[in-house]
C-alpha cells in the first residue's frame, strides 16, 4: 500500500461483485475490496467459505457468474484497468496473462479430452505455434511439473490420472503460457495431505523459475504460513485485515483473524476442544449494518453499526476495526 | 486402432442385445442397399412405386410368385423391401433434421440463459403442447400429399425433444469447472460452446435420437395409413397396412384368413424400431463419457 506505483503489478482498487436474486434482492458477495500483488510476491487471500475470495479472483478476469455483476472498482494490472478492457481483448489477457488454477482438478479437466489435446488447446491459443510445436511444448511443461512418462500421459484422459497428476497436469495447463500471475484457488483442498506438500512445493518451485506472482486462495493458515509473503483477510465479502506473514501470525489485530487462527489445532499446546468462532456468516442478502462481523465478536460496541474504517497499524499492516486498540490491549493478558 | 475405441469394441459385442440390435440395423441396411437385388423393379418403372400385379382388388395369400402374398393389387414382399429405403429415408433425415434444430436451440437458450432461454423454451412449451400425431396430421393435411410433406410435418413437430434435452444437460455441463478453467484460459464462448459443452452433453441427445429413429418410421407409417404421405402405391410400409385396413378382421370364422397383409409390414417395423432401440442402448453404455469407468 505504501509502496511506490510502479512495483506493483495487480492492484485491485474498492471493487464490488454484486449478485441478483430471483427476488431481485441484490446480494453484496463482494463488497470494496482492495489489495495488491507486487512481483514475485505471493499474497495468500484467507477465509471461510462463502466469503467472496473466489468471486474476487475470478471478477479480476471479468469471469463472474451470469447472475453476478462487476459494480465498481478497479483492477489495474501493470498500469491498465482490466475492467475497462472489452471482451475479445481481455480473451487474450486469461490464460496468457493470467492464470487460473482450481481446486477439483477432477473437475477443471474435460473429460472428453486427453490431457495432451487440453494443454495444447490452451498454448496454441495464446502462441503462435504448429500443433507439432505445442506438442513440445505441452510434453516440456508435463516434464517441468514433475509428471514421468509425459509422452504417455499426453494421451490419456484425465480419468485415467490420480488426483495429485490431475493437478500437476492443470498447473502445466496453467503455467504453458508463462502467465505472469497465477491465481491458485484453493489448489490443495482436494488432495491429500502429503500429496499437498508436494504440490505447493512445486508451485513455490515454478514460482521462481518463472518469477510470477500468485494469489493463493485458501482457508487453510497452514498453507499461508508456508507459502506467502502478505496476507489478505477477508470477511463476508470485505477485506477485514492485511499484513505481511509474520505479522498476522504474530500480531493479528481483527477479532475474525484471532478467531481463525485459534481455531487452527495445534500439537505443541494442550487443547481438550478446538476453539470456534460463534455462530455463521451472515447470508449475504441479510449482513449486518457497519462491521458486517457483528453479532460473532467479543468485542462489539454500538460504535460497530457504523462501517469500520480501514486503518494503518504500523508496517504495511491494516485491519478495518472500530477495538483494534483494545484487542491489542487485551491480547497481552490473554493467554493467546 | 487406439487403446481407447478398442476397449468400446470390445463393450459393444459383450453385449448380446448390442449384438443383435446391431446385426438387425446391418439387415435392414443390406435390404434397403441391395432392394434393386431383391426385388428387381420393372425397367422403365419408377422403382418406388409397388407395381400392379393382379386385376382382383382381393388379396392374396403367400404364394412362390409373391412370396409375402399381394394386398391392394401390389405384392408385398416389394413394398417390404422398397419401403425399406422409405423408412431409413424418413427416419434419416426428419432425425437428422430435428436434431440439428434441437441442438442450435437448446444450447442457445441453454448456454445464454435468462431471457433467451425463457422465450425459446416457451416456443417450446407451445410446440409441445399440441399432441405430435395430431398436430403432424393437420399439418401434413396443409401441405398436401407427398412424402417430404410429411417429413417435413414430423420435422416441425419433433425438434422440441432434442432441444429440451441438450438445454438440460447444457445448463448441468456448465457449471462444471471445467467450462470455467477454459474461460480462464481465454477461450470465446463459441468454442467453449463447440468444443467443451457440447461434446459432454451431445450423447444423451445422440441416443435418443436414434431411438427416435425407430418411433419415428411408425409414425410416418400412422400418417400413410390414415392415408395421408406417400401417394398412391408408393413403396411404405404405413401404406401397406392402409391396404389391409378393409381385411384384417378376416373373413366369416377364419379371422387370420388375411394375416399376411399386417403381419409381414408389421413385423418389419417391429424389427427396425426394436434395432434403432437396442442400438441407441448401446451407444448409451459405451460412448457416454461420464459412464466410462
Known amino acids: ?336 | 486402432m487406439n487403446r481407447g475405441s478398442k476397449r468400446w469394441f470390445k463393450k459393444f459385442f459383450s453385449n448380446f442385445s448390442a449384438v443383435l440390435g446391431f446385426v438387425l440395423l446391418l439387415f435392414f441396411l443390406g435390404v434397403a442397399l441391395f432392394a434393386p437385388y431383391i426385388a428387381p423393379p420393372k425397367p422403365g418403372r419408377d422403382a418406388y412405386m409397388m407395381p400392379i400385379v393382379t386385376w382382383s382388388s382381393d388379396p392374396i395369400p403367400p404364394s412362390r410368385e409373391h412370396p409375402f402374398g399381394v394386398a391392394g393389387k401390389r405384392d408385398i414382399f416389394y413394398g417390404v423391401v422398397w419401403g425399406t429405403r422409405t423408412a431409413f429415408r424418413i427416419g434419416i433425415i426428419v432425425t437428422i433434421s430435428s436434431t440439428l434444430i434441437g441442438l442450435v436451440i437448446g444450447s442457445i437458450a441453454g448456454y445464454f440463459g435468462h431471457l433467451v432461454d425463457e422465450l425459446l423454451m416457451r416456443v417450446t412449451d407451445i410446440f409441445m403442447a399440441v399432441p405430435f400425431l395430431v398436430a403432424a396430421l393437420v399439418l401434413a393435411t396443409i401441405l398436401g400429399a407427398g412424402l417430404d410433406k410429411v417429413i417435413i410435418a414430423l420435422i416441425v413437430f419433433s425438434w422440441m425433444y432434442p432441444a429440451r434435452l441438450i438445454r438440460g444437460n447444457i445448463l448441468q455441463v456448465k457449471e462444471e469447472q471445467f467450462v470455467m478453467a477454459a474461460k480462464a484460459l481465454g477461450v470465446s464462448d463459441l468454442v467453449v460452446i463447440l468444443r467443451h459443452v457440447l461434446p459432454n452433453s451431445i450423447f444423451p441427445v445422440l441416443i435418443q435420437a436414434s431411438m427416435r429413429m425407430g418411433s419415428l418410421v411408425i409414425t410416418a407409417a400412422a400418417l400413410s395409413f390414415l392415408g395421408l404421405g406417400a401417394p398412391q402405391g408408393y413403396a411404405d410400409w404405413g401404406a401397406l397396412l392402409n391396404y389391409a385396413r378393409n381385411w384384417m378382421l378376416g373373413s366369416q370364422g377364419q379371422a387370420l384368413q388375411y394375416w399376411f397383409m399386417t403381419v409381414f409390414p408389421g413385423l418389419a417395423m417391429v424389427l427396425f424400431v426394436l434395432a434403432w432401440n437396442l442400438v441407441g442402448d448401446a451407444l448409451r453404455d459405451i460412448f457416454d463419457p461420464r459412464l466410462r469407468v
Open chain 1, 1 to 336: 500500500m505504501t509502496q511506490p506505483q510502479h512495483e506493483n503489478m495487480l492492484e485491485v482498487k474498492d471493487i464490488k461483485v454484486y449478485f441478483y436474486d430471483d427476488e431481485g434482492r441484490e446480494l453484496k458477495a463482494v463488497d470494496g475490496v482492495s489489495f495488491s500483488v507486487r512481483r514475485g510476491e505471493t499474497i495468500a487471500l484467507v477465509g471461510e467459505s462463502g466469503c467472496g475470495k473466489s468471486v474476487t479472483s475470478m471478477a479480476l478476469l471479468q469471469l463472474v457468474d451470469s447472475r453476478g455483476k462487476i459494480v465498481g472498482g478497479k483492477v489495474i494490472f501493470e498500469g491498465q484497468d482490466l475492467l475497462l478492457l472489452p471482451e475479445a481483448k481481455m480473451r487474450t489477457v486469461r490464460g496468457k496473462d493470467i492464470a487460473v488454477i482450481f481446486q477439483e482438478p477432477a473437475s477443471a479437466l474435460n473429460p472428453v479430452y486427453t490431457i495432451g489435446e487440453q494443454i495444447i488447446e490452451a498454448i496454441i491459443l495464446h502462441q503462435k505455434l504448429s500443433f507439432r510445436q505445442a506438442r513440445e511444448v505441452a510434453r516440456e511443461m508435463l516434464r517441468l511439473v514433475g509428471i514421468p512418462e509425459p509422452e504417455k500421459r499426453l494421451n490419456e484422459y484425465p480419468h485415467e490420472l490420480s488426483g495429485g497428476m490431475k493437478q500437476r497436469a492443470m498447473i502445466a495447463m496453467a503455467l504453458s503460457c508463462r502467465p505472469k500471475l497465477l491465481i491458485a484457488d484453493e489448489p490443495t483442498t482436494s488432495l491429500d495431505v502429503t500429496i499437498q506438500a508436494q504440490i505447493l512445493e512445486l508451485i513455490r518451485e515454478l514460482q521462481k523459475k518463472l518469477g510470477m506472482s500468485v494469489i493463493l486462495i485458501t482457508h487453510d493458515l497452514g498453507i499461508v504460513a508456508d507459502m506467502s509473503q502478505r496476507v489478505v483477510v477477508m470477511y463476508a465479502g470485505k477485506v477485514v485485515e492485511e499484513a505481511d506473514r509474520t505479522e498476522i501470525f504474530k500480531n493479528p489485530l481483527h477479532p475474525y483473524t484471532i478467531g481463525l487462527l485459534r481455531s487452527i489445532p495445534r500439537l505443541d499446546r494442550e487443547q481438550t476442544k478446538l476453539e470456534t468462532i460463534p455462530g455463521v456468516v451472515p447470508d449475504p442478502s441479510s449482513f449486518p449494518v457497519g462491521c458486517r462481523f457483528r453479532g460473532r465478536c467479543l468485542y462489539e460496541s454500538p460504535t460497530c453499526c457504523e462501517v469500520p474504517p480501514p486503518t494503518l497499524v504500523g508496517n504495511n499492516h491494516l485491519v478495518n476495526c472500530h477495538h483494534w486498540q483494545e484487542v491489542r490491549q487485551g491480547k497481552e493478558t490473554a493467554r493467546f
